[in-house]
Nanobody, 127 residues
Framework: QVQPVESGGGLVQAGGPLRLSCGAS????????MGWFRQGPGKDREFVAA????????YYADSVKGRFTISRDNAKNTVYLQMNSLKPEDTAVYYC????????????????????WGQGTQVTVSS
């Protein structure tokens, strides 16, 4: 069992960058596809980005495509979400999730597809 742990959230001005990190306690993340989700106030949790086990495949929600980049360093057991050109509507709690899989896909966009979740980190974008 793996326990994702997010870090890097905070308050940032609109247009600015922020990088989130997701590590894990217990086990290596290399056997997992990884995803980032977010949940804004009064909203459902929504898919943001996902990356395959090896990192050679990524997938993004249309709302963040071209602004956010997901990456991973399996040697450091860490997944990243680089967020640029942030907008007030990006304000949310951001969650890291892990999906145990033997396949090389990154097309995992549903919350029920993931096996383990972190506690979340708050990102607030001021206008």
């Amino acid at each position: 069992q793996v326990q994702p742990v997010e870090s890097g959230g905070g308050l940032v001005q609109a247009g600015g960058p922020l990088r989130l990190s997701c590590g894990a306690s217990g086990r290596t993340l290399s056997g997992y596809a990884m995803g980032w989700f977010r949940q804004g106030p009064g909203k459902d949790r929504e898919f943001v980005a996902a990356i395959s086990r090896s990192g050679d495949s990524t997938y993004y929600a249309d709302s963040v495509k071209g602004r956010f980049t997901i990456s991973r360093d399996n040697a450091k057991n860490t997944v990243y979400l680089q967020m640029n050109s942030l907008k007030p509507e990006d304000t949310a709690v951001y969650y890291c999730a892990a999906k145990l899989t033997r396949y090389g896909s990154s097309r995992y966009t549903g919350t029920k597809e993931y096996d383990y979740w972190g506690q979340g980190t708050q990102v607030t974008v001021s206008s």
